[in-house]
C-alpha cells in the first residue's frame, strides 16, 4: 500500500481510503465491522465518514453510519490504527439542525454528536460536505448560480467557520479540516483566510473525480499542485454506473438505484456511450472496468486518496486490488480519446 502526506501535516494516509456510506441501508453492522477489520488487514489506514451517512439520506438512517464505527473502534481497540475523517452536513437537510447552515453553532453541535456516535475523543480530519452557498456538484452544475451570492457575508462565514475549527482543534476535538464539494474561488479563500489570521489550514478537498466526472483536471488540480491540497475523491466509478449495471434501464437488486430513484442520475442517456465505450476499453485489454477507472484515479499527480465504497466483501477486495493493476500506454490512451469524445458525460 502506497502512503502520502494529507496536505502539509504529519498525517500519511492509505492511497485508498475507505468509504462507509452504504452502512446502515445497504449493509449490517456486521458487515460495516467486516469490512473494516479487511480493510484495515489490507493496511488501509484511512476511514471516511459523515454524519449525514447512510445514503440514500433518510432520517432513520441519519448517524448510523458513525454509529457502527464506533462500536467497531469500541470492540476491536483499534481506534489509533486509524486516521477517521467525517462531515459536517451543510445547509438544507430538513431533519438536521432542521436544515441550519454550517456556522458557529452548528459545528459545534455536529462535532460533540459525531464523537459521541464514533465513541472516540477526536476526529483526524474534520471536512465541510458542502458550501453554504450553493455549488456545482451533485449535478448542480446547470443551475448554478454565484452571481446571486454576497460575497462579504460569504467571506464572513468563511472566518467564522475557521475561528470556530480552531477552538476545536485546541480543545484536542478535531486534528484538522479539509473541504468537500468545494470550488476553486471556495478553497482559496479558505486558504487566504486562514494565512491572514493564524487560524487552521485546509489540508484536503474531497470533490468527485473519476473517468465520467473529472472537473478537478482544471482550475482545482492547479490549487491542489501550487498549495498543496490534495484531492479525496469519491465516486471515482460514479456510484457503481462505470461498471454498466445499470444499462439500458436495469435497475439490480441491492443496489442503491432500488433504493432511491434518483441514486442512479449518472447513468443516464449522456453517459451511456461514454460508458460503453469504457467498458470496450477495458474488455479489449482483458481489465475490470472498474479497477481500470479506479487505477487512474490513484495515478493522477494531485490525487491523495481515492475513497472506495463496496457492498460487499467481493467488490471490496476487488477495488483495493485495483492499486496493484498497471495502465499501459495504449489504456491511457485510449481514456484521453474517450475524455475527447465525451468530456462531460455526467
Not at 448554478?144 to 454576497?150: A, E, G, I, L, N
Not at 486534528?175 to 489550514?201: C, F, K, V
Not at 457492498?311 to 480519446?337: F, H, R
Request: glycine letters at 8%; hydrophobic letters at 35%; charged letters at 25%.
Amino acid at each position: 500500500m502506497k502512503f502520502n502526506k494529507l496536505g502539509r501535516t504529519e498525517l500519511k494516509v492509505s492511497e485508498i481510503c475507505l468509504g462507509t456510506m452504504t452502512w446502515g441501508r445497504q449493509n449490517t453492522e456486521q458487515e460495516a465491522h467486516q469490512q473494516m477489520d479487511y480493510a484495515l488487514d489490507r493496511e488501509i489506514n484511512f476511514f471516511d465518514t459523515a454524519e449525514l451517512y447512510a445514503v440514500p439520506t433518510i432520517p432513520e438512517s441519519y448517524g448510523l453510519t458513525e454509529q457502527y464505527i464506533g462500536t467497531w473502534f469500541k470492540n476491536s481497540g483499534n481506534r489509533d490504527k486509524v486516521i477517521l475523517a467525517t462531515k459536517i452536513a451543510g445547509e438544507g437537510v430538513p431533519w438536521i439542525r432542521d436544515g441550519s447552515p454550517i456556522n458557529a453553532s452548528s459545528i459545534r453541535k455536529a462535532v460533540e454528536g459525531s464523537l459521541k456516535r464514533l465513541q472516540t475523543d477526536y476526529i483526524d480530519l474534520y471536512q465541510l460536505h458542502w458550501p453554504n452557498r450553493g455549488h456545482y456538484h451533485f449535478s448542480n452544475a446547470h443551475d448554478f448560480d454565484p452571481f446571486s451570492q454576497d460575497t462579504q457575508a460569504e467571506l464572513s462565514n468563511m472566518l467564522e467557520v475557521l475561528e470556530t475549527l480552531d477552538a476545536l482543534v485546541r480543545d484536542g476535538k478535531i486534528r484538522h479540516i479539509g473541504l468537500s464539494n468545494e470550488s476553486a474561488w471556495g478553497t482559496m479563500q479558505y486558504l487566504r483566510l486562514s494565512e491572514q489570521n493564524d487560524l487552521p489550514r485546509v489540508a484536503s478537498i474531497q470533490n468527485e473525480y473519476g473517468l465520467l466526472r473529472r472537473y478537478f483536471d482544471h482550475d482545482l488540480a492547479e490549487v491542489s499542485h501550487h498549495e498543496n491540497v490534495g484531492l479525496l475523491a469519491y465516486s471515482a466509478l460514479a456510484a457503481g454506473a462505470l461498471s454498466g449495471k445499470y444499462l439500458d434501464g436495469q435497475i439490480p437488486k441491492g443496489t442503491r438505484g432500488e433504493l432511491s430513484e434518483g441514486a442512479t442520475y449518472r447513468n443516464s442517456p449522456q453517459s451511456e456511450p461514454a460508458i460503453r465505450a469504457y467498458m470496450a476499453l477495458a474488455k479489449e485489454h482483458g481489465l475490470d472496468v472498474c479497477q481500470m477507472g479506479l487505477k487512474f484515479a490513484l495515478d493522477r499527480p494531485f490525487m491523495t486518496s481515492v475513497i472506495i465504497g463496496a457492498t460487499n466483501m467481493e467488490q471490496l477486495k476487488t477495488d483495493i486490488d485495483a492499486k496493484d493493476i498497471v495502465l499501459s500506454e495504449d489504456v491511457l490512451e485510449g481514456i484521453k480519446q474517450i475524455y475527447v469524445q465525451y468530456p462531460r458525460p455526467i
